[in-house]
């Protein structure tokens, strides 16, 4: 098992390697998986992971709602609330769709504009995998957004192998540690079901050289 202290020890190496940037750098997580066949659809990997510590960037949020809970959203903070109305419109300029898809990290929806969100916008949000997240119509919005801001959505694309942004430079080590920590517990989880394991894990700045921490599990 990799210990908080041996990613502390990681990130503290990683950032070192990655000085001299005129740019604040992230700081990513990657898990190289063996024994799966990415042919096999029930072999690729997803899940999700809860970060406490944030990515070390503020990941902005579009919340498709009406009503109360279009009120409601504004006060929570939100950075983005668009009506039936305004969802109609982007089904119709898909360049438009494509725009607020890149600008945006996070897509949350009302549950009767679920339906509609899905099939105006899911050939543009799904292959991001920025597909809109139901909320139900008594939940408090603030607990919500703070909680999305902070929830990745990963899986395995062409390769066996997951990458995720776990921090900033600027962001103590700790936080960061415990971030990769909690990426790598929601990753084993989803392993559980017998599909494949943890080959190594690296930690690396974005301009990085990558510092290898080995195999688990």
């Known amino acids: 098992m990799i210990s908080k202290e041996a990613l502390k020890e990681a990130v503290r190496q990683a950032k070192e390697a990655g000085k001299g940037r ?33 990515n070390g960037r503020k990941r902005r949020v579009v919340l498709f709602a009406e009503g109360e809970m279009a009120l409601r959203a ?3 903070g939100a950075d983005l609330v668009l009506s039936r109305a305004e969802l109609e419109e982007l089904g ?10 890149r600008e945006y990290d996070v897509f949350l929806a009302q549950p ?13 949000l799904g292959p991001r995998d920025k597909i809109p997240k ?29 990458r995720a942004r776990i921090g900033g430079e600027e962001m103590p080590e700790e936080e960061v540690a415990e971030n990769a920590l909690s990426v790598l ?25 990558p510092v290898k921490l080995g195999a688990r599990g």
Do not use: C, W
């Open 22 to 54: 005129k740019f604040k750098q992230g700081l990513e997580l990657q898990v190289t998986l063996e024994n799966l066949d990415l042919k096999k659809t029930e072999e690729r990997i997803s899940f999700e992971a809860l970060l406490p510590h944030g």
């Open 74 to 76: 504004k006060e929570a």
């Open 92 to 101: 119709k300029n898909p360049k438009k769709a494509k725009r607020l898809a």
């Open 112 to 124: 009767d504009l679920m339906p509609l969100a899905g099939r105006l916008l899911g050939r543009i």
């Open 134 to 162: 139901p909320l139900p119509p008594n939940v408090n919005l603030q607990q919500a957004l703070e909680r999305y801001r902070k929830l990745l959505f990963l899986r395995t694309r062409d390769q066996p192998a997951i």
């Open 185 to 209: 517990e929601a990753l084993e989880t989803a392993l559980q079901k017998g599909k494949g394991r943890i080959k190594a894990v690296y930690v690396k700045t974005t301009m990085g050289k």
